[in-house]
């Protein structure tokens, strides 16, 4: 089987090399998803002299990838509120940016196989419910009659959110990144952090490449690379770097029947549409931490057997191209968002464990406003660092790779 390895289905192109300020209100770390969102929000809002800064190209890390699951389907309040506020950010979208970003609203299935399962799944959709979401519990026939790729007499019960769906990546972090240097940004490309000067128990200026900015205020949204530079300033974000592949079929000229994104929950096992193919992953339990980024096959023959169970006619096809990234996840899987008790004026939006484009626009508001001074639509305590004191040294081990 010959798949060849992409990075960008939609690629971003850089613009040239903008001329790195000597001193800035507010630096942020990180062209992604997160620190394009952060950065537009700021500036929407008046905060001037901001520059965003980027180790390679816009998008580079796990962002503008081919595509990503937009929904609010979550077990606890504040990553429901976060992936609320961003699904209705994504439903105007189009409108605000005059950006077509591919949005399906296809809707998510998420699977049962077992008792537990099924318990959880029914206390989520509960959950979600009370706040305002679209989630209702179905049969395994009725599982099926959805997505007809599925076997129902492996199911017990699925969920299914209508409102959800995807999106393209690379296009929400062009149309962020375009609309924020309108507003007067200065996005740094080819542009790395060196050292962050925090003397004091502040942040005074940060070391680059391409020399020096001195600001009172970073803000860390580097992704699987911010446990390193939170260590340059003193700051502890633990995050193991943990490789995920997807592998998108041939286009066909019959395209296959449109699905939910659907999500086996004993497995992992994950398909969706991809224009006229389909786009096939699992999060690969065998993976070791790491920065690889390298495409290989480790992970199919964990998929195939899943697709024989839930999904038998999805085992075992061939693939034309295919994609590795890294996954940024925190002990609990939860993201890390908020300031510094330590080192003031240091910030951070990170560790999204895989939900950070489903939740990037919601959270560059609460970053805006965490910023501001100002009250937010959520009380962001619950996804602060200081939840991991104590794991420093096991993440510090995982970051020599």
């Not at 049962?112 to 989520?124: G, I």
């Not at 790729?149 to 972090?173: C, H, I, Q, T, W």
């Not at 690379?225 to 041939?250: D, E, F, Y």
């Not at 004993?266 to 390298?294: A, K, V, W």
């Amino acid at each position: 089987m010959q798949t060849k390895h992409v990075d960008n289905v939609v690629p971003l192109a850089k613009s040239p090399a903008a001329p790195l300020p000597a001193e800035a209100d507010v630096v942020i770390l990180g062209g992604g998803i997160m620190g394009t969102s952060i950065a537009f929000h700021l500036a929407e809002a008046g905060v001037r002299n901001i520059v965003l800064i980027e180790r390679n190209s816009l998008g580079s890390g796990s962002s503008a990838k081919p595509l990503g699951g937009v929904r609010a389907t979550f077990s606890d309040p504040g990553n429901i509120r976060l992936g609320q506020r961003s699904l209705e950010a994504y439903e105007r979208f189009s409108e605000k940016f005059r950006a077509d970003i591919g949005l399906r609203q296809v809707g998510y299935l998420f699977l049962c196989r077992t008792q537990a399962e099924l318990f959880e799944v029914e206390e989520s959709t509960h959950i979600q419910n009370s706040l305002g979401g679209s989630s209702r519990m179905v049969s395994p026939t009725e599982a099926q009659r959805i997505n007809p790729f599925l076997d129902p007499n492996a199911l017990l019960g699925a969920s299914y959110s209508p409102r959800d769906g995807f999106a393209e990546p690379s296009k929400v972090v062009r149309a962020y990144a375009e609309a924020a240097r309108e507003l007067g940004v200065t996005v740094c490309e080819d542009t790395e952090v060196l050292d962050i000067d925090a003397g004091h128990g502040a942040v005074r200026e940060v070391h680059t490449n391409r020399g020096p900015i001195r600001t009172g205020t970073v803000i860390c949204a580097a992704g699987a690379w911010s446990t390193r530079l939170g260590a340059m300033a003193g700051v502890h974000l633990p995050i193991q770097p943990v490789r995920r592949q997807i592998g998108m079929t041939p286009q066909r000229t019959s395209p296959f029947p449109t699905v939910p994104f659907t999500l086996d929950l004993s497995t992992t096992l994950y398909f969706h549409n991809y224009l006229n193919g389909m786009l096939l992953g699992i999060s690969n339990q065998d993976q070791e931490p790491g920065f690889c980024r390298e495409f290989d096959y480790q992970w199919l023959p964990a998929f195939n057997r899943a697709a024989e169970a839930v999904a038998p006619s999805l085992a075992n096809q061939e693939l034309e191209v295919g994609w590795a990234g890294l996954y940024e996840n925190t002990p609990d899987h939860n993201a890390m968002i908020g300031s510094s008790d330590r080192v003031e004026g240091f910030m951070y939006a990170t560790g999204f464990s895989g939900h950070g484009f489903l939740q990037g626009p919601a959270v560059g508001e609460l970053v805006r406003d965490m910023y501001l001074g100002r009250e937010s639509f959520m009380d962001p305590e619950q996804f602060s660092a200081a939840r991991f004191a104590g794991e420093l040294s096991r993440v510090k081990e995982v970051h020599i790779i």
